[in-house]
């Protein structure tokens, strides 16, 4: 069958799921019940997948990831491992299929991670690994009998007990700080050989730079993997590839040469040796200047020489390439305007074939050397599921969150308008679930993060909590948003807070004139940058009567060497020393807080190193001192993603009873603690 025919079919074929046409309705509580299904790995003939599945322990309010498999044909889904003290991840079959590895903290809850060993097929799991300083990463050699790891240094000299006070922290780095890390000084992440039998460990690449996302050629001689070299690599964001023999004291050899970003671990894809082991497949950044604002290309380098081609250089971002098993094309996902689809790009002519279409998100692959695909991806309806890519369309193989379709959801209508100066945004509106045509009802504009990111088609609980609650949900992708090209992302380029801000605005703009968004009754929120273009937001326009500034931050001054982004802000903004001005400019909602009016409710996590709480309490001090109604909450314990479920639920009950308080004053009574005001 031709190409178009075969598109034409998986585009008019969704999964086979029922439609929600129950009568429930979603909400904060149902948050825990959410299942997220990641990580697939196929077994070597193929007839099996397994992966990961995160649920919520409600008694240690914890997220779970736990280990499940199922066939290629959909039967014999069932649990690996369910252990509530651990965290089983990462699994990956052994070349011979008996076996399957995983990355866990089994050993305690404050010991590190580590690869253990399952029997595939029954049997007790067995630590394969014994690394004080815990392993991040890992990869099988082809003849199983070696894995490849990315391995901590230890945080003390071996035999050194645990001291019971901690002792300073003491850095001279660069970048001294990362969520979720911590404070950083001279341990790095390093790449080791480690024979499976014995446990025996062999470091490959000692030295002040860290090492990442290793791969093992088809013939078992060689490891790729990721680092950033140079006289000091925390201050440029110059990924390469390396390659290097699986033997202690073997040189590295430089693959990859181009000035900027090749295979940036932040995309979350690893690179991809051809069957043959002549070429590597990875994904290529722009060059330093412009950091993540250009598109993620999808590169191939010969092993050899070095050459790298860019199959199909279109202006879009690519992640997970992997080849087809004659090596004659690459499947790949590509992001478009409020989607990301599957496709296969055909080597090296480049002719880009697609291959999933429509409303949908799709966010990893896996290819079985048979040459099977299964698509991990979800939709406005659906969260993440596993399905088979077959001829006839996506077959689905698993259904952890059926229990949605007990639901009555609300749908998410795409649309289109102008800005101020007649540019195209694309967002989406979502009704509340009692809508009555002619009646306007109180709306929230929802802003994304990034702010090179975007709204797509993927499931999204809170627009259908607000939704159930009885809101107008507004979704804007102003410039800076990924999905529309190069052009359109570095629009706010060491300018934030002034075209994107006109975009958002439109977007409101755009429900009004509609007839569906009630003027009077407006709210505005979000999360990271969208916590920062809140601010933005509120320091422009005073017709907003609630707002939720979420791990934002206002006064970019203050922040400066506060947060773990100094690398990028010194590219992109300079230091402030040689551009106080422009400093100044982007702090606006700090420095001109007296034109904010719009009560606000600013939160963040006590831990987050990414956007510090700073900005959030910055925003809430200048707030209350002009006695503008706010509210400062603090998740204990959290980093700049929160995980505990009750504080997840906590952040749900909050935002809408904030909103309930402020654009539904009438109906809803108010709530202790959000009365405002000195």
Request: with cysteine; aromatic share 10%; glycine share 8%.
């Given at each position: 069958?031709?190409?178009?025919?075969?598109?034409?079919?998986?585009?008019?074929?969704?999964?086979?799921?029922?439609?929600?046409?129950?009568?429930?309705?979603?909400?904060?509580?149902?948050?825990?019940?959410?299942?997220?299904?990641a990580?697939?790995?196929?077994s070597?003939?193929?007839?099996?997948?397994?992966?990961?599945?995160?649920?919520?322990?409600?008694?240690?309010?914890?997220?779970?990831?736990?280990?499940?498999?199922?066939?290629?044909?959909?039967?014999?889904?069932?649990?690996?491992t369910?252990?509530?003290?651990?965290?089983?991840?990462?699994?990956?079959?052994?070349?011979?299929?008996?076996?399957?590895?995983?990355?866990?903290?089994?050993?305690?809850?404050?010991?590190?991670?580590?690869?253990?060993?399952?029997?595939?097929?029954?049997?007790?799991?067995?630590?394969?690994?014994?690394?004080?300083?815990?392993?991040?990463?890992?990869?099988?050699?082809?003849?199983?009998?070696?894995?490849?790891?990315?391995?901590?240094?230890?945080?003390?000299?071996?035999?050194a007990?645990?001291?019971?006070?901690?002792?300073?922290?003491?850095?001279?780095?660069?970048q001294?700080?990362?969520?979720?890390?911590?404070?950083l000084?001279?341990?790095r992440?390093?790449?080791?050989?480690?024979?499976?039998?014995?446990?025996?460990?062999?470091?490959?690449?000692?030295g002040?730079?860290?090492?990442?996302?290793?791969?093992?050629?088809?013939?078992?001689?060689?490891?790729?993997?990721?680092?950033?070299?140079?006289?000091?690599?925390?201050?440029?964001t110059?990924?390469?590839?390396?390659?290097?023999?699986?033997?202690?004291?073997?040189?590295?050899?430089?693959?990859?040469?181009?000035?900027?970003a090749?295979?940036?671990?932040?995309?979350?894809?690893?690179?991809?040796?051809?069957?043959?082991?002549?070429?590597?497949?990875?994904?290529?950044?722009?060059?330093?200047?412009?950091?993540?604002?250009?598109?993620?290309?999808?590169?191939?380098v010969?092993?050899?020489?070095?050459?790298?081609?860019?199959?199909?250089p279109?202006?879009?971002?690519?992640?997970?390439?992997?080849?087809?098993?004659?090596?004659?094309?690459?499947?790949?996902?590509?992001?478009?305007?409020?989607?990301?689809h599957l496709?296969?790009?055909?080597?090296?002519?480049?002719?880009?074939?697609?291959?999933?279409?429509?409303?949908?998100?799709?966010?990893?692959?896996?290819?079985a050397?048979?040459?099977?695909?299964?698509?991990?991806?979800?939709?406005?309806?659906?969260?993440?599921?596993?399905?088979?890519?077959e001829?006839?369309g996506?077959?689905?193989?698993?259904?952890?969150?059926?229990?949605?379709?007990?639901?009555?959801?609300?749908?998410?209508?795409?649309?289109s308008?102008?800005?101020?100066?007649?540019?195209?945004?694309d967002g989406?509106?979502?009704?509340?679930?009692?809508?009555?045509?002619?009646?306007?009802?109180?709306?929230?504009?929802?802003?994304?993060?990034?702010?090179?990111?975007?709204?797509?088609?993927?499931?999204?609980?809170?627009?259908?909590?607000?939704?159930?609650?009885?809101?107008?949900?507004?979704?804007?992708?102003?410039?800076?948003?990924?999905?529309?090209?190069?052009?359109?992302?570095?629009?706010?380029?060491?300018?934030?807070?002034?075209?994107?801000?006109?975009?958002?605005?439109?977007?409101?703009?755009?429900?009004v004139?509609?007839?569906?968004?009630?003027?009077?009754?407006?709210?505005?929120?979000?999360?990271s940058?969208?916590?920062?273009?809140t601010?933005?937001?509120?320091?422009?326009?005073?017709?907003?009567?609630?707002?939720?500034?979420?791990?934002?931050?206002?006064?970019?001054?203050?922040?400066?060497?506060?947060?773990?982004?100094?690398r990028?802000?010194?590219?992109?903004?300079?230091?402030?020393?040689?551009?106080?001005?422009?400093y100044?400019?982007?702090?606006?909602?700090?420095?001109?807080?007296?034109?904010?009016?719009?009560?606000?409710?600013?939160?963040?996590?006590?831990?987050?190193?990414?956007?510090?709480?700073?900005?959030?309490?910055q925003?809430?001090?200048?707030?209350?001192?002009?006695?503008?109604?706010?509210?400062?909450?603090?998740?204990?314990?959290?980093y700049?993603t929160?995980?505990?479920?009750?504080?997840?639920?906590?952040?749900?009950?909050?935002?809408?009873?904030?909103?309930?308080?402020?654009?539904?004053?009438?109906?809803?009574?108010?709530?202790?603690?959000?009365?405002?005001?000195?």
């Amino acid at each position: 069958m031709r190409a178009a025919g075969i598109a034409a079919l998986l585009a008019a074929a969704a999964l086979a799921v029922p439609s929600s046409a129950g009568e429930a309705r979603f909400g904060p509580a149902d948050l825990a019940r959410l299942a997220d299904v990641a990580e697939p790995d196929f077994s070597p003939d193929g007839e099996w997948i397994v992966y990961s599945v995160t649920t919520t322990n409600a008694e240690a309010d914890k997220p779970q990831a736990d280990l499940w498999r199922v066939r290629y044909d959909g039967s014999a889904l069932e649990p690996l491992t369910h252990t509530p003290e651990a965290d089983e991840t990462r699994p990956q079959w052994s070349p011979d299929g008996r076996s399957i590895a995983f990355l866990a903290d089994r050993d305690g809850a404050d010991a590190p991670k580590q690869v253990w060993l399952l029997p595939a097929f029954g049997g007790e799991a067995r630590r394969l690994t014994d690394f004080p300083g815990g392993v991040e990463d890992y990869a099988w050699a082809p003849d199983g009998r070696r894995l490849a790891v990315i391995a901590w240094d230890p945080e003390r000299p071996a035999g050194a007990p645990k001291p019971h006070v901690p002792p300073p922290i003491v850095t001279e780095r660069y970048q001294f700080k990362e969520d979720m890390t911590g404070y950083l000084g001279a341990r790095r992440k390093h790449l080791y050989v480690v024979d499976v039998a014995s446990g025996r460990a062999e470091l490959l690449t000692p030295g002040a730079h860290d090492e990442q996302l290793p791969v093992w050629s088809p013939d078992g001689r060689t490891i790729a993997y990721v680092t950033k070299r140079g006289a000091d690599p925390d201050r440029h964001t110059n990924f390469d590839l390396y390659l290097i023999e699986p033997r202690a004291g073997a040189p590295e050899r430089q693959l990859t040469r181009f000035e900027g970003a090749d295979l940036d671990p932040y995309w979350e894809t690893r690179p991809a040796w051809s069957p043959d082991g002549r070429r590597i497949a990875y994904l290529q950044g722009g060059v330093d200047h412009w950091l993540y604002y250009a598109p993620w290309q999808l590169a191939v380098v010969e092993v050899d020489s070095g050459a790298t081609t860019l199959p199909a250089p279109i202006d879009r971002c690519f992640t997970k390439p992997h080849w087809t098993p004659d090596g004659r094309s690459l499947y790949v996902l590509i992001e478009d305007s409020r989607v990301t689809h599957l496709a296969r790009v055909g080597w090296p002519d480049g002719r880009v074939t697609p291959l999933t279409a429509g409303a949908r998100f799709d966010v990893d692959i896996a290819v079985a050397r048979n040459g099977r695909v299964v698509l991990l991806g979800g939709d406005d309806a659906h969260p993440y599921e596993l399905a088979a890519v077959e001829r006839r369309g996506l077959r689905r193989l698993t259904a952890h969150n059926d229990w949605l379709a007990a639901y009555r959801l609300a749908p998410v209508e795409d649309i289109s308008f102008r800005s101020a100066d007649g540019t195209r945004i694309d967002g989406f509106l979502v009704r509340p679930l009692d809508y009555q045509p002619g009646r306007r009802y109180p709306t929230i504009l929802r802003l994304h993060g990034g702010p090179v990111y975007q709204f797509s088609h993927e499931f999204m609980p809170d627009w259908q909590a607000y939704a159930a609650a009885g809101f107008v949900v507004i979704a804007a992708n102003p410039r800076g948003s990924s999905g529309r090209g190069f052009d359109f992302a570095r629009a706010i380029y060491a300018d934030w807070g002034r075209l994107d801000v006109q975009d958002v605005l439109a977007a409101v703009d755009h429900a009004v004139a509609s007839g569906v968004a009630d003027p009077a009754r407006l709210g505005v929120g979000g999360h990271s940058y969208g916590g920062i273009l809140t601010n933005y937001v509120i320091a422009t326009d005073s017709r907003f009567r609630a707002a939720v500034s979420g791990a934002g931050s206002a006064d970019a001054l203050a922040m400066y060497g506060h947060d773990e982004y100094t690398r990028e802000v010194e590219i992109e903004l300079g230091t402030p020393w040689q551009n106080a001005a422009l400093y100044e400019r982007l702090s606006y909602p700090f420095l001109h807080a007296d034109r904010i009016a719009t009560p606000t409710l600013y939160y963040c996590g006590e831990l987050d190193f990414n956007v510090p709480c700073l900005g959030a309490e910055q925003m809430y001090q200048a707030l209350r001192s002009r006695g503008v109604a706010t509210q400062l909450v603090i998740y204990p314990a959290e980093y700049h993603t929160l995980t505990a479920p009750s504080h997840l639920r906590d952040r749900m009950e909050r935002l809408l009873g904030w909103y309930r308080h402020f654009l539904l004053p009438a109906a809803v009574p108010a709530e202790d603690g959000l009365q405002g005001g000195n």
